[in-house]
């Protein structure tokens, strides 16, 4: 097999399995690819840091290997919120609400996440607004299941804490 078509079946392999994640389910091998070619890929050894609370966000990130961990400081302790792992993304709230980093994002081994931004999006847009859509509406899925999951912890915790602090529900 020569280099171009080794080169060409590693590609056509990778756009296989971005198909497969949460964030590209039913998106076209021609958009990945178009993403692909656009994308900056961020490598990130254990420790370092991909996102800081508080800092002005113009992309989100697709997690192809590694973890990491998201997590708040709060009165000079990490909270951790939760970890993610190769095929999930993180940081959409910035493309999505247009605000400020909502935490800290640690990389817990070596990682490479692919960096989408928002003019990578909008070349994404003008090349297929379905495909687009397809991804907006894949993001807004996987940020309504996290809060689905944060509040299922939440009452979780209400509900240990009730007896020993009070009782803290509110009358239906």
Do not use: W
């Not at 800081?52 to 961990?69: I, K, P, Q, R």
């Not at 980093?101 to 490479?112: D, F, H």
């Not at 003019?119 to 309504?144: C, E, G, K, W």
């Amino acid at each position: 097999m020569s280099y171009a078509a080794s080169e060409a079946t590693a590609i056509d392999q990778r756009v296989r399995i971005l198909q497969g994640m949460a964030l590209f389910g039913a998106v076209d091998a021609d958009t990945l690819q178009l993403i692909l070619d656009r994308a900056r890929v961020m490598t990130l050894t254990a420790g370092e840091f991909f996102l800081s609370e508080g800092e002005e966000g113009d992309a989100a990130y697709l997690l192809e290997e590694g973890s990491v961990e998201f997590f708040k400081i709060r009165e000079g302790r990490e909270y951790r919120i939760r970890t993610l792992d190769a095929g999930e993304c993180f940081g959409q709230l910035a493309l999505l609400g247009h605000c400020p980093r909502s935490g800290y994002v640690r990389a817990l081994t070596n990682t490479r996440a692919i960096r989408i931004c928002y003019d990578l999006l909008f070349t994404v847009y003008a090349h297929n607004p379905r495909q687009y859509m397809t991804i907006l509406m894949n993001m807004a899925r996987d940020m309504s299941r996290r809060l689905r999951d944060t509040e299922d912890r939440l009452i979780g915790c209400m509900a240990a804490h009730a007896t020993g602090c009070g009782d803290h529900s509110s009358q239906a």
